[in-house]
């Protein structure tokens, strides 16, 4: 009975009815199989639930290397093999839990859905960076965040910018300049206050050495927070129509004649919410593997520490944006491809990094915004670099492909970058 | 031997404004009538023939433009050289004989884009718009001065943007005083965003060196500028496939640009033929690289006669000689009011260098066996970054005026001065380990 419903696209009252009616039938009478069609019904709205949740999207194929590393960690302890197949435990994982939090915001309507996505956008980042920073592996938190900035910067939108060039080669592609103007300025605040603890320490003119720069981390923290409030508050309330989420960008635009877009929910309110307590324990559950094998890994194949958590984990936990950052350039949606990407990194920028730095203290771990020079460095001239490229308002796929190029270049930096303050310098110091 | 005919004969090919094959034809019409029916021509009529074009040849590349004043200087350095090996003197007069080949090297490449279309003419002018620069640095890298050859790019680059920018945008405002110019944002705009990408991509070497958190102290950073100067070559590849074929329109080598207008002064037609230019472009190839050899060699005397540091000459004077010609043409059109070509000139020159000029010499030196890299030291990267910051800033309205070209020139003198002042702590010959 179950295959009836699959596949098919219903609003969520007409699919429990249609269930209810289904079962019914074949049930004899009412009252006597209530009890059993009442378990039936859960039983195939869990079935079909898990149908559309966990086997319509090919990237889960990926989902079996979750707990296959788990099983290599439990019995081999081969800290390499257990890093690689975390990864591509965690990246189907990521995606679905964009998905979810997609699918609820169908039913929470466009102010409290933004917040759902600005919070939820970047769970996966959040999630790793907080079992990291347990473990006091700061450098870590540091390095995975900014790397999570740099890969949306360069990479992902590197990466838009260039298949939409491709696939659109004869015109060039415009997006809404006044929104990306106000983003990338958004993010050079956001980098400016993340500047003035490195530069202070950089100077050597703190009063009070190693404990200054901590206690502006930690004010500044307070203050991005506060400002991030704001931003959301800005952005929710006055200017409804600038920021949608993505699914409902799809629905709302009556002209658009897609209907290949999700215009409605595939799975129910509570489906959804269960779906995303659900994801969000699975992936916490795998990141604690990941970070306890991070100095593993990178012992057995001798990457350093710092390209590890600087260019891999972000790959990892930006996969579903990167993917639909390019499926958006691709149908000549490019403003929804920026928003996808710079409004990430924002959200890492004055959220994500301060609310670790807020959580750290809580934890009393000394994370602070001092990330080291060449890492500061290396943020301040990309912010820099895009917010001058994003100026102009249009895109081809050679401005994809420099982009692309400097990531390759930053990567390549990475490769070969020792981190001066060593890894465990964060373990110590618990 | 019937040189007035020649005389006439070539003026009254430039008056006539015909297509270039069209000129082409004429000129070897003109020339077929005066000779004999081919079955009785015999070897003197074609020695004769062939001393008059080269003669013809000579005077309108060598003789006609009056920068070729400074054409003996060339051999008269050479001469110093070996008569008195003073090293100052023939710096300084190696110097002004390179300017006019520079410029006539430059005009050979305009000439021969007549002939090969706008495509490779673009492709010409991209590869050998820079041919002396090219030449002097890879005279330096055999030397194994390396931080010469850092700093004369870097210094190209710095001049470009700030010194032959200003002086276009000085000029053309003095002129054009009654009106503010314009030019086409877009263009420059979207030229600045490459020229930041490309500085960008030369950088990082640089501040993995200064925040000394490499690797292999000393070796990672070769590693990184290689492997970065391959990506910026394929991005310098991809950069003129992309404006040769998607957006010929914004591409457009100068001479080209010319012919579209209506001034029917500018030179429409080439002047000498296919053959000749490419013969011209060997030998003044030719020419001013065995200048440059004696150029490099007398650097070093050179500053410790003149008293001037090593860098201030690397990063301003011989900059000054690379872009000679650039500078004058750039200046020229800015008071034609064609400020786009100026433009183009200008950041399309500084473009050319960070991405294809450095990274090749970085490759040249990794084929030479020679640890050239893209660790320019921390004052120079500084220096450029905010130079390619500020002046990408500025473009951004569009509109120039004889007050930012000033600031521009103001900006250069002050760096200029800091140069002067600047000593190169890492040593000028290769392989000791700076700081």
């Avoid at chain 1, 100077?203 to 203050?223: N, Q």
């Avoid at chain 1, 260019?311 to 350039?329: D, R």
């Avoid at chain 2, 390179?98 to 003419?121: D, H, N, S």
């Avoid at chain 2, 053959?275 to 650097?299: H, K, Q």
Wanted: hydrophobic share 50%.
């Amino acid at each position: 009975m179950e295959s009836i419903d699959n596949g098919s696209i219903l609003s969520p009252e007409t699919e429990a009815q249609k269930s209810q009616s289904i079962q019914a039938p074949g049930e004899g009478s009412f009252s006597g199989g209530l009890q059993a069609s009442g378990d039936k019904m859960w039983r195939n709205v869990v079935y079909r639930s898990i149908r559309t949740v966990v086997f319509s999207n090919k990237l889960n194929m990926l989902m079996p290397f979750g707990p296959l590393a788990i099983f290599v960690h439990i019995f081999t302890g081969h800290n390499g093999w257990v890093f690689f197949l975390t990864l591509l435990g965690i990246t189907p994982l990521a995606e679905r839990l964009g998905y979810a939090t997609e699918q609820l915001a169908f039913y929470t309507g466009p102010t409290v859905g933004g917040l759902l996505n600005a919070t939820f956008g970047n769970a996966t980042e959040l999630i790793i960076s907080i079992y990291a920073l347990k473990h006091g592996m700061l450098r870590v938190v540091q390095q995975s965040l900014l790397g999570s900035i740099l890969s949306n910067m360069l990479l992902v939108l590197g990466c838009a910018f260039f298949s939409g060039g491709l696939v659109f080669q004869e015109k060039e592609q415009v997006f809404n300049k006044a929104t990306a103007v106000v983003n990338s300025g958004l993010l050079l605040m956001a980098v400016m206050g993340l500047l003035f603890p490195a530069v202070l320490h950089y100077t050597h003119t703190e009063v009070h050495f190693g404990k200054s720069e901590l206690a502006l981390s930690r004010f500044s923290s307070c203050i991005m927070l506060l400002a991030y409030a704001t931003y959301l508050f800005f952005q929710l309330k006055s200017q409804k129509n600038l920021y949608v989420p993505l699914n409902e960008e799809g629905s709302q635009n009556e002209e658009n004649s897609d209907v290949d877009d999700d215009e409605s929910p595939e799975i129910s309110k509570w489906e959804s919410i269960v779906w995303l307590s659900i994801m969000t324990a699975w992936i916490s559950f795998l990141s604690e593997y990941l970070v306890n094998a991070i100095e593993g890994a990178s012992k057995t194949w001798k990457i350093p520490i710092s390209f590890i958590s600087v260019i891999l984990l972000p790959i990892v936990g930006n996969a579903a944006e990167h993917a639909s950052a390019i499926m958006f350039a691709m149908k000549d949606k490019l403003d929804i491809s920026l928003g996808v990407a710079i409004g990430s990194s924002t959200q890492i920028s004055m959220f994500g990094i301060p609310f670790c730095v807020v959580i750290g203290w809580i934890m009393g771990r000394p994370m602070d915004l001092n990330f080291q020079l060449f890492e500061t460095a290396t943020l301040f001239i990309t912010v820099l670099v895009v917010a001058f490229l994003l100026q102009d308002g249009t895109s081809n796929y050679f401005k994809g492909l420099m982009l692309i190029l400097c990531y390759l270049i930053v990567a390549a930096s990475f490769f070969v970058h020792v981190d001066p303050s060593s890894a465990d310098e964060g373990e110590l110091k618990t | 031997m019937g040189s007035t005919g020649e005389m006439i004969d070539l003026e009254s090919d430039e008056e006539i404004p015909f297509s270039s094959s069209a000129a082409t034809n004429k000129v070897a019409a003109f020339e077929m009538n005066h000779l004999p029916p081919r079955s009785v021509m015999p070897n003197a009529w074609i020695a004769r023939h062939i001393v008059i074009r080269a003669v013809r040849s000579i005077y309108i590349v060598l003789l006609k433009a009056k920068i070729n004043i400074l054409l003996p200087f060339g051999p008269l350095a050479i001469l110093l050289h070996y008569v008195t090996g003073k090293h100052g003197w023939v710096f300084f007069f190696s110097l002004l004989g390179i300017i006019p080949l520079a410029e006539r090297l430059g005009y050979a490449t305009e000439q021969l884009a007549f002939y090969t279309g706008p495509t490779v003419g673009g492709l010409l002018n991209a590869t050998f718009g820079n041919a002396t620069e090219m030449i002097i640095s890879i005279y330096a890298l055999k030397n194994g001065m390396i931080r010469v050859v850092q700093q004369s790019l870097l210094g190209s680059i710095l001049s470009n943007m700030l010194l032959v920018l200003g002086c276009a945008f000085f000029t053309g405002g003095i002129i054009h005083y009654e009106k503010v110019q314009e030019f086409n944002k877009s263009a420059a705009v979207v030229n600045s965003g490459l020229l930041l990408m490309a500085v960008m991509g030369i950088l990082f070497p640089a501040v993995l060196h200064f925040t000394h958190t490499e690797v292999h102290f000393g070796k990672s950073e070769l590693a990184l500028s290689r492997f970065s100067s391959c990506i910026m070559l394929v991005a310098y590849a991809s950069y003129l496939f992309f404006q040769l074929r998607s957006h010929r329109s914004l591409y457009n080598p100068i001479d080209e640009e010319g012919g579209n207008g209506v001034d029917s002064d500018e030179e429409e037609i080439p002047e000498i033929t296919h053959w000749e230019a490419i013969g011209w472009l060997f030998v003044l190839t030719v020419w001013v690289s065995v200048l440059s050899g004696y150029l490099v060699d007398a650097i070093q005397g050179a500053s410790d006669s003149f008293n001037m540091p090593v860098a201030f000459i690397s990063v301003i004077l011989l900059p000054i000689v690379g872009n000679a010609a650039e500078h004058a043409s750039a200046i020229m059109f800015a008071m034609k009011d064609k400020l786009d070509i100026t433009l183009g000139v200008a950041i399309g020159s500084s473009t050319q260098i960070s991405m294809f000029v450095i990274p090749f010499c970085v490759v040249v030196g990794w084929i030479m066996g020679v640890k050239m890299d893209l660790n320019f030291q921390l004052f120079e990267t500084a220096t450029l970054f905010i130079t390619v910051l500020v002046v990408a800033f500025m473009l951004q309205e569009g509109t120039a005026n004889y007050f930012k070209g000033l600031m521009l020139i103001l900006c250069y003198l002050i760096v200029a001065a800091s140069f002067f002042v600047h000593v190169d702590r890492s040593n000028g010959n290769t392989l000791l380990p700076d700081t």
